[in-house]
């Protein structure tokens, strides 16, 4: 009579498809997990440039129509930033998951605005006005 080890080849395929799960789980996650911060780091680069863009187009927009003119900017922030604001464009230094950062800039046409704007993780109010007394234009939070 034959005998056959069919329920010893069924532990062997277990055994082996048991290790090859777990190397593939030892190599997919901590890729899994770097893609995840990647992307993050993207993101919040893409959120802050974008913001950035709505302050810049409120200056424009004050600067194009002359003393007098007011513009209210409402951001809306994934995290706590400084905006250096220089004649001809706006920079910030966005910070990642990895330690390392990057400036971001972000030109607009006024010549008469500088200053620093702390902007807090969340909403954020800012009135861009030029007073008719005045040969600058005045960012402020509300």
Do not use: C
Request: hydrophobic share 40%; glycine share 6%.
């Amino acid at each position: 009579m034959l005998k056959e080890n069919n329920g010893q080849i069924a532990v062997e395929y277990l055994f082996i498809f048991t290790i090859a799960l777990i190397i593939l789980t030892i190599f997919t996650l901590p890729l899994a997990s770097l893609a995840i911060d990647k992307t993050t780091d993207v993101s919040d680069a893409v959120n802050v440039k974008s913001q950035m863009y709505k302050i810049a187009g409120g200056i424009n927009q004050v600067y194009g129509e002359g003393h007098g003119a007011r513009q209210t900017v409402n951001l809306e922030m994934d995290q706590s930033i400084n905006v250096n604001i220089y004649k001809k464009h706006l920079s910030v230094s966005v910070k990642f998951n990895d330690g390392s950062s990057k400036l971001i800039r972000v030109n607009h046409d006024a010549d008469d605005v500088s200053g620093v704007l702390n902007l807090n993780k969340g909403r954020n109010t800012l009135v861009i006005e030029w007073p008719e007394d005045s040969e600058n234009i005045f960012i402020s939070k509300k």
